[in-house]
C-alpha cells in the first residue's frame, strides 16, 4: 500500500464523536487533560493526522509528544482515512488530499470542537531536538478542504510565524523574528482570535498581530514541523461567542 493510501486510510475512526463540543467552553477554559492517557500511545483527546505523536511523561506527567526523529516526508499519521471520514464525512477524499501536499508538518486536531471562531487558545512547549526544526504551533481555521493557518514559535530560529496552507500551498502571513525561545525549556504560545484579528503571545507578551481577509472559523489543534521533537502540554481553549 502507498503511502497516499496508507494516508487516506486512517482519520475517521477516532473522530466519530466529532461533531461534539467541549463543554463549558462559553463558561472560562476548558483543558485539555492527559493524565488518563497511556504513555507510549496515540492520544485520544487529540487525534494525528499527520506525523508521530504519542503520551510520554516528563518528571512523572504525562505529555504530548510529537516525535519528528521518525519523520518521514509524505508520511501521515496511522488510520488517517478513518480519521477523516469522522471528520468531515462525505468530504474527507477532499481533505485528505490536503493531508498528503502538506505531510511535510504534523498536526493534531481537536476533535471535540468542530469550530472555533473567537477566543483563546494556548499550549505550553518544550524543544528537545531538530536539527532542521524546532516548531510548536497552534493550528486553527481548520477547513473540511484540509486548509488551515498556525502561529508558531521556533526554539532554533526565534521568531514567530503565522502560516497559512492553502490549496497544497505554504505561505508565510506575518513573520517576526528576535523573539527568544530557548531549546529545553518550557515556553508559553497563545492565540487570541477576534474575528478576522489574530494575536500571537509568546511566554505572556504580545508579538504578532494581523489581520485576515475573512473571520477565522473551523477546527483547531496543534502543529509542528519536519524532525522537531517536542513536549506539549496544557493545552487551553477558551471562547467567546
Not at 15 to 22: E, K
Not at 120 to 135: A, N
Amino acid at each position: 500500500m502507498s503511502a497516499g493510501s496508507k494516508l487516506a486510510v486512517t482519520v475517521l475512526a477516532a473522530f466519530g464523536f466529532a461533531a461534539l463540543t467541549l463543554p463549558g467552553l462559553t463558561a472560562g477554559p476548558s483543558k485539555i487533560d492527559f493524565s488518563n492517557e497511556t504513555a507510549g500511545a496515540e492520544p485520544k483527546s487529540l487525534v494525528p493526522v499527520v506525523g508521530f505523536w504519542r503520551i510520554e511523561e516528563d518528571n512523572g506527567r504525562k505529555v504530548l509528544t510529537v516525535d519528528g526523529r521518525q519523520w518521514k516526508e509524505g508520511q501521515s499519521s496511522a488510520g488517517i482515512a478513518d480519521k477523516a471520514r469522522a471528520l468531515y464525512g462525505e468530504r474527507y477524499a477532499e481533505f485528505l488530499d490536503r493531508v498528503q501536499a502538506y505531510a511535510y508538518y504534523p498536526y493534531v486536531v481537536a476533535p471535540k470542537i468542530n469550530n472555533f471562531s473567537e477566543g483563546e487558545i494556548s499550549v505550553r512547549f518544550e524543544g528537545l531536538s531538530g536539527r532542521v526544526d524546532q516548531g510548536a504551533g497552534i493550528l486553527f481555521n481548520l477547513k473540511p478542504n484540509g486548509d488551515y493557518l498556525t502561529v508558531r514559535a521556533n526554539c532554533l530560529e526565534d521568531n514567530i510565524v503565522l502560516w497559512k496552507f492553502e490549496k497544497g500551498k505554504r505561505s508565510a502571513v506575518k513573520w517576526v523574528r528576535n523573539t527568544p525561545t530557548a531549546t529545553r525549556q518550557w515556553h508559553d504560545l497563545k492565540v487570541r482570535i477576534s474575528g478576522a484579528k489574530v494575536e500571537g503571545y509568546l511566554d505572556g507578551k504580545l508579538y504578532l498581530e494581523h489581520t485576515l481577509a475573512q473571520p477565522v472559523s473551523g477546527r483547531i489543534g496543534l502543529w509542528s514541523k519536519a524532525d522537531s521533537h517536542m513536549y506539549f502540554a496544557d493545552y487551553t481553549v477558551t471562547t467567546t461567542d
